[in-house]
């Protein structure tokens, strides 16, 4: 297919003009002309990952790999040498990244791995009202997430409402009025706040929270006359007993 072709395809299903305005989604790498004769879908790029990717193919990731102006490629640096790798093996890159979070990733997570239901919400923040003690709360989250260990703010007794933010969400607390707020990435301060304005926050992984990102993005291309591939990116945190 021509990339032009699978570019309007994911606008289709998750316009890229819905992102926001300091994100990079939509094209990083590549011609809009170029045939593209293989798709790979992974959270990120990494170098184990365009080891496999075939030269000719496309990558589909939520992070974008260009973030902000780029003012020199010195390929010994990220994402430099990464780009390098690419443009070597002809290799084109699209992102879909907040306009994903808001049309598929958010509620995704919320309904069908954490099996809550949205009430109410906009755009990122799915909520919603229940009756959950703490340790419920806490369970359901590390079972369906396979977590071992998860950090907890604030930990309340007895949670009447709650919201979801996938990845790293904490700086819109002041946007979310809710008992037990769940993102990932939160930072020290943001915990004091949380604290002081009694909320609870759990600490949910940005890698954890957002490694679906292929395997929703799978499901719509299969209509697409072209073989993608699941092949994601690894956490780069490693966790140590």
């Known amino acids: 297919m021509q990339l032009k072709e699978i570019y309007d395809f994911l606008d289709s299903i998750s316009p890229f003009e819905l992102q926001e305005k300091w994100d990079n989604s939509g094209l990083n790498i590549g ?4 045939e593209i004769f293989k798709i790979y879908l992974s959270l990120d790029i990494d170098g184990e990952l365009l080891d496999r990717v ?3 193919s496309l990558i589909i990731t ?10 020199s490629l010195d390929f010994v640096k990220y994402p430099s040498n990464l780009i390098r790798t690419m443009i070597k093996k002809d290799i084109a890159h699209i992102a879909m990244h907040t306009n994903f979070d808001k049309t598929h990733l958010n509620r995704y997570v919320f309904e069908d791995i954490f099996g809550f239901n949205v009430q109410n919400g906009s755009d990122y923040i799915c909520k919603s009202n229940g009756n959950w003690t703490k340790d419920e709360l806490i369970n359901i989250i590390k079972n369906s997430m396979g977590l071992e260990h998860i950090k907890v703010i604030n930990p309340k007794d007895n949670i009447k409402s709650i919201a979801l933010i996938t990845g790293s969400g904490a700086s819109m607390i002041d946007d979310i009025n ?3 707020f ?9 915990a004091m706040k949380a604290s002081a304005q009694n909320m609870m926050m759990i600490d949910i992984g940005h890698y954890e929270s957002e490694r679906f990102f292929a395997d929703i ?3 719509h291309l299969e209509v697409l006359p072209i073989l993608a591939i699941i092949s994601n990116s690894k956490n780069p945190f490693t966790f140590i007993k």
Do not use: M, N
């Open 182 to 190: 769940l993102t990932g990435d939160i930072k020290y301060h943001d």
């Open 178 to 180: 809710v008992d037990c």
């Open 31 to 34: 011609s809009f002309e170029s």
């Open 54 to 56: 075939e030269a000719g």
């Open 217 to 219: 993005l799978y499901k």
């Open 62 to 71: 939520h992070h974008p790999l260009i973030f902000g102006g780029l003012t």
